[in-house]
């Protein structure tokens, strides 16, 4: 079945203790992406990458990393999480980049920091 | 820079009822427009989209008109059901360029 799957997908921590969410896709897409989603916000997206090795920011990055040394994964890092990262994460892929591709969404990832 | 307003919710329809949220967007260029539809619990999923003026997507019988003399792709649906219950979200990718832009998302509730 292709899919994107995203662990864990619930997390409580504290402030400061390093965290990673995974993100695979198992559709050979080239474009991966994650958002996160607030109340009144709706997604912003954090980075994107187009292909392996390739990254770049998108409107949050502060606070975040992320890296694609694989095609099919993007794992999102928070070296330093604070209270104010707590939210709805959302990773997702498509085919190509962007511009006309459908993007394919994981289930979400809702992290809480305290 | 590039944006995407719609209008604010809940909405809450009766079933059968007409359905219209309204999307306005900012961008330079010729955007490719997009509506995604969240379910309850799940992810967002690509309810329609379309890439040039004047061009009409639809999908489960919900349909948007790429205006850009208006600037604008309004959701529309003739007759909603129950299941139709979610996030509404439009969305645009700049036409050069790799990042998405969402709106904030119009919550709706059809109830029988």
């Known amino acids: 079945e292709a899919q994107v799957t995203q662990n864990p997908r619930y997390l409580i921590t504290v402030t400061g203790k390093k965290l990673t969410v995974t993100c695979s896709q198992n559709?050979?897409?080239?474009?991966m992406s994650w958002y996160r989603q607030d109340p009144g916000l709706g997604l912003r997206q954090i980075y994107y990458s187009m292909n392996v090795e390739v990254t770049d920011k998108g409107d949050v990055p502060e606070g975040y990393k992320v890296s694609r040394k694989e095609k099919r994964n993007f794992p999102l890092i928070l070296e330093s999480p604070s209270p104010n990262q707590t939210s709805l994460y959302f990773c997702?892929?498509?085919?190509?980049?962007?511009?006309?591709?459908?993007?394919?969404f994981g289930p979400g990832t809702r992290l809480t920091v305290l | 820079g590039d944006s995407v307003t719609q209008m604010e919710g809940p909405v809450t329809l009766s079933e059968e009822a007409f359905l219209t949220i309204n999307c306005t967007y900012t961008?330079?260029?010729?955007?490719?427009l997009f509506w995604y539809v969240q379910y309850p619990g799940e992810g967002l999923q690509l309810l329609l989209k379309?890439?040039?003026?004047?061009d009409k997507g639809s999908n489960k019988g919900f349909e948007a008109t790429y205006r850009k003399e208006t600037t604008s792709f309004h959701l529309e649906k003739g007759s909603v059901q129950v299941s139709d219950s979610a996030v509404y979200f439009c969305?645009?990718?700049?036409?050069?360029?790799?990042?998405?832009?969402f709106g904030t998302g119009t919550s709706l509730t059809v109830i029988p």
């Open positions: 961008a330079t260029g010729y955007p490719s």
């Open positions: 969305a645009l990718s700049p036409h050069t360029g790799n990042q998405f832009y």
């Open positions: 997702a892929s498509s085919l190509m980049v962007g511009v006309t591709d459908t993007q394919y």
């Open positions: 379309a890439t040039k003026a004047d």
């Open positions: 559709m050979n897409h080239e474009y």
